[in-house]
């Protein structure tokens, strides 16, 4: 599981916003959300 530092975009680092998933940034972790539930 990626730390919050981890989350980026064509090299942009997201803000780290916590969600239920420690660590994760809300902006990757949504992300993430979208590509599995695609």
Same mark, same amino acid.
């Given at each position: 599981m990626p730390s919050c530092g981890a989350c980026g975009a064509g090299g942009r680092t997201y803000d /780290? @916003? !916590?969600t239920g998933f420690?660590?994760?940034c809300? @902006? /990757?972790y949504?992300? &993430?959300h !979208?590509? &599995?539930t695609e």
């Open positions: /780290c @916003e !916590h420690v660590g994760w809300k @902006e /990757c949504m992300d &993430l !979208h590509r &599995l």
